[in-house]
Every structure is written in structure tokens, then in C-alpha cells.
């Protein structure tokens, strides 16, 4: 597949429509430095490769975040979602053939239902994405029955403009890629397609990082030793609560002792009452009777005759004083009526209260006998603290064989794999593919644009996270010379185009390439004249200054930016 078209379109028109040609097809920066604000730099020619790979399914964020600080470039941002930058590529199988067919891509920087992420006219929003890959894995790559390496991953090498991949040939996927999934790329890429591995290996990482973690404290053995130590102590603890003398009716009894000893309280506080009752009624009693009249009545009686013959007194001596002492006594039979009732109702009460206290003296002695109950409470406690511990452990016992079983079960699955990964036959085979590709490819593109001769190398090592053996792959300069990596890394892509068209395997014609000012400009010049009578794109940014008189011309360069013209155009905008 080549790049035929690439248009950038806002609500008020067409921005730009870029044409590419096979061959090389330049990307040029006219900043002259006049001032130190103009740099050259932010003009939008690597943009112009990042667009491209926008349309191929890369994140858009990397269309408005700075490389360097990492931060979104409002202005741009802004642009692009309030002007509703639409961004369309159009893909051909054969740029010389008008009826070849094509793959029209068109996305734009919205969200939800505004989305446009169309193939060929079918919106592919849903599934965060993945059916947009999907198709176009289908429509570039074929049907393959394997979903590793992922389409992303197997066009990796061909976009270089962030600097892991401008800098590296082989290792151009982010920094946390296991050996396993570059394993997995490579040996396709060198049409030999296997299982996905990496997956494997990545579920093998994640149960052992889990079993570590659980066993962090204490490891299995220690588990399975505590764990008998704990069914001991639950065995003596059993028996203890076995031997044990319990009232069962332990509560009832206490609280029968508790309203018996509320029945004395409140049968003592009554006798106490009527007694001082008592007590108070016999103390008047006592006081009335001393006031009753015995005094020598004779003598008492001639003083009153004396009285009586000097005043009409009506009655008789003896009179008033039966008088004055049947007062008092009539009050003592008033005062001590109820003397009687309160004698009985002490009687009573004493009799309910000696059977109350005999109760108690029963109930207490009951209850005293009970008193390992809270033994029996001490040792329910210990079991219950002892038999959470068990399961615990048992549960963390029973955590560490699920990931053992899911490790076999893993390892299994990998051995099956690896028996014919990994065997003579197989190594054979991959020897050949990388012997065909470094003699025929790599090393005879090297050899006639640097005299160097360069290739590709396999080695078998033991990843570390997984403690499993894979492929790791690996390039190599045969001459042992200072060749250059830039010009190392655009050897291997232009290698590997030829060699997967002989080989068959599906590949993407075009490379991109950011800073090829980096590249010597004779190198470059070299690099036009190889690819002249081959079907290979070559699409790269580079700086004014840089480009060599030679390549410039309308032929070779396919879009001039500048600062008075940058790639959207967005300072050129009124308003």
C-alpha cells in the first residue's frame, strides 16, 4: 500500500491536499533563522507524519502535545475541534494505476456521536477503537487468524518520528514491551507465524507477582506448619470446652438472683418502715401515758372543795380527773389501733423474707458453682480468633494452589508451544529466514549506500520476569566500522520492503522518517537514486538548510512550510 493523498479540511474549506508520488517525497521547513524566534521548529512538518499516523489509528493527542514537555497545544487543540478538522487519507495499491484499488481513511478530533473514524464511508467508533484497527488490519494485512503482533505493532517500523523509533532499528514499541511480544513481531515479520507467547508469558508474570505477594509473609511451608500448629490449639481448646461443668441455665438463674435480692431490698426496705412506724406509734403511747393523772387525789380534792366554795363550779373533783384521764387513754387506743395490723404485716413480710433469703442463699451458691462460664467464654473467644486465623490461612493456602494449578495449566499450554519453538527444526528455519534477509536485503542495501554491510541476529535468552527462554533479536554491523544508526535503521526498512514483497508477506510501501537532516545530504541523494526503479515510498521532514541542491526541486518535495505558513494555517486566519 502507498500514500496517494493526504487532505486537511476545516468547516470553511480544504487547509491542504498533499500529493505523494513514489520515490522520495519531501517534507521541507523554509524557515530562514533570521531572529531567534524563528527556529524552524513547530512549522508542522513532523505533524504532517503524525497525521498520517493518526489516520492509521495512533491516539490524537499526539497531533496537539509537545514532544518535549508533554503538553497540550491549546491553540491547536482548540483549532481543530472548534473548526472541525476533518483529516483524510487516501491509500492505493498502485499508484500508477488510476482503477488500483483504494483505502479511503477519514477522522476527525471530536467525540461521542460528532466521531468520524470512516474506512472507505463505514463509521468504526464503536469499541473504543478496535474495530476501526480491525478493518484496517483486514483491508492492509489480510486475514490472519493470529491477533498478535497487533496491526499497530507490525506498521511500527514504518512510522519513525518519535525518538525510540528514530533512534532504534529494531526496538520501536514503548519502553515496557516484553521481550516475548517482540519475539512475537519479529518472528512474524520474518514470515513465521506462531501462537501469541506473549500472552502466556504475561499471564505467567502476573500469577507469579500474585503468588509473591502472598507469600510475602510467610511461605507456603511456614502456612501449612501454622496451619497444623492451629489445629492442634483447636484440638486442646475443644477439649477444654468439653470439660467444662456449664449451667446452661445461667442467665435465667442470674436474673431470678437478681430479682430475688430486689424482692429482699424491697421487702427490708418495708419492714424497716413499719417498724420506725411502730417504734414512733409505742414512743407516744409512752408520752400519753405519763401524762395521765396519779397524784395524791385527797389533798388535790381539798384544794378544789376550797375552790368550789368560792366559785358555782358544777362538777366534782373525781369528775375531772376521770375525766382528763379518759382523754389520754382514749388517745392511746386511737394512737395504737394499728399497732396490731403492722405487727402482722412485719410477721408477714418476715416470713417472705427469710424465704427469699433462703432463696437467694440457693441461687447464689447455683450461680457460684457456674463460674466457669467464663472460662467457657475465655475459650470461645480463643476458638473464635484461632478459626478465623485457620481460614485465613486456608483460604491463602487455597489462593496459592489456584495459581499453582493456573501455572501448570500455563506452563503446559507454553511447553506445547515451545517444543516446536524452540527445536532444532524451527531454530533452522529462522536461521535460514534471517541468512536470506541479511545476505539478499540488508546487507546489500547497506553494502551499496554505506560500504557497510549490516544484519539481523537471533539469540535464545531467559527473560527475566518470567524465567522463560525467547527469541531476541538483535542487528549487527559485519564490518565492525562506525556506520551510522540513522542510516542502519533506513537500511532495515527498505530491506525489509523488498523482502517481504519476495517473501509475500503483506507490508506498507511507504516509510516515514522525521530529521533527516541528520542524515549526510550525499547519503541522502544515494537514498533517492537506490529507490528510483523500486516501488518504495519514502516520506521525510527535513530542514531547508539541509537538503541538498540536488533533490531541491517540485519532483522531490511535496509541501513547503514555513513560519509565514504553517502546516494548518491557523495564524493566517482572520479573526
Same mark, same amino acid.
Given at each position: 500500500?502507498?500514500?496517494?493523498?493526504?487532505?486537511?479540511?476545516?468547516?470553511?474549506?480544504?487547509?491542504?491536499?498533499?500529493?505523494?508520488?513514489?520515490?522520495?517525497?519531501?517534507?521541507?521547513?523554509?524557515?530562514?533563522?533570521?531572529?531567534?524566534?524563528?527556529?524552524?521548529?513547530?512549522?508542522?512538518?513532523?505533524?504532517?507524519?503524525?497525521?498520517?499516523?493518526?489516520?492509521?489509528?495512533?491516539?490524537?493527542?499526539?497531533?496537539?502535545?509537545?514532544?518535549?514537555?508533554?503538553?497540550?497545544?491549546?491553540?491547536?487543540?482548540?483549532?481543530?475541534?472548534?473548526?472541525?478538522?476533518?483529516?483524510?487519507?487516501?491509500?492505493?495499491?498502485?499508484?500508477?494505476?488510476?482503477?488500483?484499488?483504494?483505502?479511503?481513511?477519514?477522522?476527525?478530533?471530536?467525540?461521542?456521536?460528532?466521531?468520524?473514524?470512516?474506512?472507505?464511508?463505514?463509521?468504526?467508533?464503536?469499541?473504543?477503537?478496535?474495530?476501526?484497527?480491525?478493518?484496517?488490519?483486514?483491508?492492509?494485512?489480510?486475514?490472519?487468524?493470529?491477533?498478535?503482533?497487533?496491526?499497530?505493532?507490525?506498521?511500527?517500523?514504518?512510522?519513525?518520528?518519535?525518538?525510540?523509533?528514530?533512534?532504534?532499528?529494531?526496538?520501536?514499541?514503548?519502553?515496557?514491551?516484553?521481550?516475548?511480544?517482540?519475539?512475537?513481531?519479529?518472528?512474524?515479520?520474518?514470515?513465521?507465524?506462531?501462537?501469541?507467547?506473549?500472552k502466556i508469558l504475561r499471564k505467567i508474570k502476573t500469577e507469579k507477582d500474585f503468588k509473591r505477594r502472598?507469600?510475602?509473609?510467610?511461605?507456603?511451608?511456614?502456612?501449612?506448619?501454622?496451619?497444623?500448629?492451629?489445629?492442634?490449639?483447636?484440638?486442646?481448646?475443644?477439649?477444654?470446652?468439653?470439660?467444662?461443668?456449664?449451667?446452661?441455665?445461667?442467665?435465667?438463674?442470674?436474673?431470678?438472683?437478681?430479682?430475688?435480692?430486689?424482692?429482699?431490698?424491697?421487702?427490708?426496705?418495708?419492714?424497716?418502715?413499719?417498724?420506725?412506724?411502730?417504734?414512733?406509734?409505742?414512743?407516744?403511747?409512752?408520752?400519753?401515758?405519763?401524762?395521765?393523772?396519779?397524784?395524791?387525789?385527797?389533798?388535790?380534792?381539798?384544794?378544789?372543795?376550797?375552790?368550789?366554795?368560792?366559785?358555782?363550779?358544777?362538777?366534782?373533783?373525781?369528775?375531772?380527773?376521770?375525766?382528763?384521764?379518759?382523754?389520754?387513754?382514749?388517745?392511746?387506743?386511737?394512737?395504737?389501733?394499728?399497732?396490731? =395490723? $403492722? %405487727?402482722?404485716?412485719? &410477721?408477714?413480710?418476715?416470713?417472705?423474707?427469710?424465704?427469699?433469703? @433462703?432463696? /437467694?442463699? +440457693? #441461687?447464689?451458691?447455683?450461680?457460684?458453682?457456674?463460674?466457669?462460664?467464663?472460662?467457657?467464654?475465655?475459650?470461645?473467644?480463643?476458638?473464635?480468633?484461632?478459626?478465623?486465623?485457620?481460614? =485465613? $490461612? %486456608?483460604?491463602?493456602? &487455597?489462593?496459592?494452589?489456584?495459581?499453582?494449578?493456573?501455572?501448570? @495449566?500455563? /506452563?503446559? +499450554? #507454553?511447553?506445547?508451544?515451545?517444543?516446536?519453538?524452540?527445536?532444532?527444526?524451527?531454530?533452522?528455519?529462522?536461521?535460514?529466514?534471517?541468512?536470506?534477509?541479511?545476505?539478499?536485503?540488508?546487507?546489500?542495501?547497506?553494502?551499496?549506500?554505506?560500504?557497510?554491510?549490516?544484519?539481523?541476529?537471533?539469540?535464545?535468552?531467559?527473560?527475566?520476569?518470567?524465567?522463560?527462554?525467547?527469541?531476541?533479536?538483535?542487528?549487527?554491523?559485519?564490518?565492525?566500522?562506525?556506520?551510522?544508526?540513522?542510516?542502519?535503521?533506513?537500511?532495515?526498512?527498505?530491506?525489509?520492503?523488498?523482502?517481504?514483497?519476495?517473501?509475500?508477506?503483506?507490508?506498507?510501501?511507504?516509510?516515514?522518517?522525521?530529521?533527516?537532516?541528520?542524515?549526510?545530504?550525499?547519503?541522502?541523494?544515494?537514498?533517492?537514486?537506490?529507490?528510483?526503479?523500486?516501488?518504495?515510498?519514502?516520506?521525510?521532514?527535513?530542514?531547508?538548510?539541509?537538503?541538498?541542491?540536488?533533490?531541491?526541486?517540485?519532483?522531490?518535495?511535496?509541501?513547503?512550510?514555513?513560519?509565514?505558513?504553517?502546516?494548518?494555517?491557523?495564524?493566517?486566519?482572520?479573526?
Amino acid at each position: 500500500m502507498f500514500i496517494k493523498y493526504l487532505r486537511i479540511e476545516d468547516i470553511n474549506g480544504i487547509v491542504r491536499k498533499i500529493k505523494f508520488h513514489k520515490g522520495i517525497n519531501l517534507i521541507v521547513d523554509e524557515t530562514v533563522n533570521v531572529t531567534e524566534k524563528e527556529t524552524g521548529n513547530n512549522v508542522g512538518k513532523t505533524t504532517v507524519l503524525k497525521l498520517i499516523d493518526f489516520c492509521l489509528g495512533a491516539d490524537p493527542k499526539i497531533i496537539y502535545t509537545d514532544n518535549e514537555n508533554k503538553k497540550e497545544i491549546d491553540l491547536v487543540k482548540n483549532y481543530l475541534i472548534d473548526n472541525h478538522v476533518l483529516i483524510t487519507l487516501i491509500m492505493s495499491q498502485d499508484l500508477n494505476d488510476e482503477k488500483s484499488p483504494e483505502i479511503v481513511i477519514e477522522r476527525n478530533f471530536l467525540s461521542r456521536n460528532k466521531k468520524v473514524m470512516r474506512i472507505n464511508g463505514e463509521n468504526l467508533t464503536k469499541n473504543d477503537g478496535k474495530d476501526f484497527e480491525n478493518k484496517l488490519d483486514k483491508l492492509i494485512l489480510g486475514g490472519r487468524q493470529e491477533t498478535k503482533p497487533s496491526f499497530r505493532q507490525i506498521i511500527s517500523h514504518s512510522i519513525r518520528y518519535a525518538d525510540e523509533r528514530i533512534n532504534n532499528t529494531l526496538k520501536v514499541l514503548s519502553a515496557f514491551t516484553s521481550y516475548a511480544e517482540y519475539e512475537t513481531l519479529y518472528l512474524y515479520l520474518f514470515g513465521i507465524s506462531i501462537a501469541d507467547r506473549s500472552k502466556i508469558l504475561r499471564k505467567i508474570k502476573t500469577e507469579k507477582d500474585f503468588k509473591r505477594r502472598i507469600e510475602k509473609k510467610q511461605s507456603k511451608t511456614e502456612l501449612e506448619l501454622s496451619l497444623a500448629m492451629i489445629d492442634d490449639t483447636i484440638s486442646d481448646l475443644e477439649q477444654k470446652k468439653k470439660t467444662l461443668n456449664i449451667n446452661y441455665n445461667y442467665d435465667k438463674d442470674l436474673s431470678n438472683l437478681n430479682e430475688t435480692k430486689y424482692q429482699i431490698s424491697s421487702i427490708s426496705s418495708r419492714i424497716s418502715e413499719l417498724s420506725l412506724r411502730k417504734k414512733i406509734i409505742s414512743e407516744a403511747e409512752e408520752e400519753l401515758l405519763e401524762n395521765k393523772s396519779n397524784i395524791d387525789l385527797q389533798q388535790l380534792k381539798r384544794i378544789y372543795s376550797q375552790a368550789k366554795d368560792m366559785t358555782k363550779i358544777q362538777k366534782t373533783f373525781e369528775d375531772l380527773v376521770n375525766y382528763h384521764n379518759n382523754m389520754i387513754v382514749e388517745k392511746i387506743r386511737f394512737i395504737t389501733q394499728d399497732i396490731p =395490723e $403492722i %405487727e402482722s404485716e412485719i &410477721s408477714s413480710l418476715e416470713s417472705k423474707l427469710k424465704r427469699f433469703l @433462703s432463696q /437467694e442463699k +440457693e #441461687l447464689a451458691i447455683k450461680i457460684a458453682k457456674s463460674d466457669t462460664f467464663k472460662d467457657l467464654e475465655i475459650i470461645i473467644t480463643e476458638l473464635n480468633e484461632v478459626y478465623q486465623r485457620k481460614g =485465613e $490461612i %486456608e483460604n491463602t493456602l &487455597s489462593q496459592i494452589k489456584e495459581v499453582a494449578n493456573k501455572m501448570t @495449566s500455563l /506452563e503446559e +499450554e #507454553l511447553s506445547a508451544i515451545d517444543q516446536g519453538l524452540f527445536s532444532e527444526k524451527f531454530q533452522e528455519k529462522l536461521k535460514n529466514q534471517l541468512i536470506k534477509f541479511n545476505k539478499y536485503y540488508f546487507s546489500e542495501v547497506s553494502n551499496e549506500l554505506y560500504g557497510e554491510q549490516y544484519g539481523i541476529s537471533y539469540d535464545v535468552k531467559v527473560e527475566k520476569k518470567t524465567g522463560k527462554s525467547v527469541y531476541v533479536f538483535d542487528s549487527f554491523n559485519a564490518n565492525s566500522s562506525s556506520g551510522k544508526k540513522q542510516g542502519e535503521i533506513l537500511c532495515f526498512d527498505l530491506a525489509y520492503i523488498s523482502y517481504a514483497d519476495d517473501e509475500e508477506i503483506p507490508v506498507l510501501h511507504f516509510i516515514l522518517n522525521d530529521k533527516k537532516e541528520l542524515m549526510h545530504g550525499n547519503q541522502l541523494i544515494k537514498v533517492s537514486d537506490f529507490i528510483k526503479d523500486k516501488d518504495i515510498q519514502l516520506i521525510f521532514s527535513i530542514l531547508k538548510d539541509k537538503l541538498p541542491d540536488e533533490l531541491n526541486n517540485e519532483d522531490n518535495i511535496i509541501l513547503r512550510l514555513s513560519q509565514k505558513d504553517k502546516l494548518f494555517r491557523i495564524e493566517n486566519r482572520k479573526g
